[in-house]
């Protein structure tokens, strides 16, 4: 419990820049969606399409011109952003104890090593549990004054669900790379390159049909805005793949860290 | 020269990683491009794919896909997105490291000025980002002459692209040097190299998105977005201007404060 605490208190400086930047963000969002919201003009236009061409350009499952649309689409980057967060935090929140020499006065202290380790992983879960409800509330409090339309308040709400599912994978994986790698500067490069790649992934997969697989691999697909909007629920698939990674990381964390040779 | 040598021999084993990362980005991204380019028809399907607002996004408006500078122009953007990184880690960390890692005092103890422990390290550091993009034009080179599916292209149009890159690089490296000595400490270089990196882009993104043209002055993404070098054949002067201000201001700004710093030191 003490470490939990510790950890909270420690982290609320970085909270409240992670939590600025993102109400920056997502304010002008929202107040340049006035630009689109029931635009009759732009309807008019797509109507005008030819209904193949509605198809090809995607606008039926992203109608910039209604909120839900619109949120699915900025959304995405809102995703981005909250899995570099955890990442960081999943893997800083190990890795700093060696980093700022405190590893030996903590691990001294009469506390399991894997209870510190629990305690750290409770307090990120925790730390990014409000973002992702902070921001939950922001949009929908923002958005209400465009009225939103039927389905947007469950569609944003499994958004935001899945997008919790995917910040807890990326906090085991940080987690796990700051108990198994050896020096604790090295894990923090290795977990933003696997990040880059697997966005880079979540992106190429419809060049080709060949790339189909990468969607059970790249967890940016598990739950995203347009999957999401197409089936109105989360993919029961994805949420048990979700769940054992999170279970594969956090244990793989848990054994090695018990055993780790501390870089000091 | 002592400081050069030690620093670039840092930062060498760095660079290599970046340009072999780079190097199987764009080789990644080119040996898809045969298959895409001979059936018109998976062309169409990635339209389907992408809605229109997401080529927006993508900077891909404009462009034609089928076309090897236009499949490049996508592979640009995630090079890009790399580059941004490792020029922002660089210039966090060259100023920042030493107090971090409780070295500074013995540097600076040292019979040198502070203005060559300075430049020593900006040189280095640059040494280090030239590297990284001559490997990107080999790169490109390479994989243009194997992946080009009997298309033509036109070299030039590469050339330009790949030319603003170092501007592009000096921006992120600029300004991460003159954030890491306005703070009093910075503990993780990796969280602000990712948020500085990572913001500009989302903020390119999101701002072609909903067509937000103030917002294309405040990030290099926009300065040198891919697909304007097709659509209007070049780069856009004031840009260029815009941005050589922004890397001339905050480097001599963090030349300014690092001559001036309160060092602190392990106690």
Redesign the interface.
Known sequence: MNIILRELKASIR?FLIWAG?LTL?TV??MS??S??ANDDSMLEMFASFPEGMM?????E??N?TTLTGFTG??FT?MI??LS?HAI?KGN?VIA?EE??KTVEFTLVLPVKRSKVVLGKLVAVAINCLLLMTYLYGLIMVLGQQYLPEEGFVKFFSLLALGTLFLQMIFVSIGIMLGCVMKQYKRS??IG??LL?VLY?MS??I???DKLEFLKYITPFRYFAPALIKENMALDWTYIIISIAIIAVSLCIGFITYKKRDLYI | MNIYSREIKDKLKSAMIWSVSLFLLVLLFMSLYPSFATDESIFEMVLENYPEVMLKAMGMTGVNMATVIGFFTFCMLFAQICFAVQASIYGFSILSEEERDMTADFLLTKPIRRSKVFFSKLAAALTALVITNAAFWGSTYLCLSLFNGGHKYDPKVFAQMLSVLILFQLFFLGVGMVISMSVKKIKSVLSYSMGLAFGMYIVSASGSIIGEERLSYITPFKYFEPNSFITEGGYDTAMIIICAAVIVVSISAAFFLYNRRNIRTAS
């Open positions: 970085s930047s963000l002008v969002w340049e969606f630009a689109f198809k090809a350009f995607g606008f499952t992203f910039i689409l900025v980057y981005l952003i570099i960081l800083s700093k980093r700022d923090g490069y933003a390159s880059i880079i992106v190429i419809d060049f080709s």
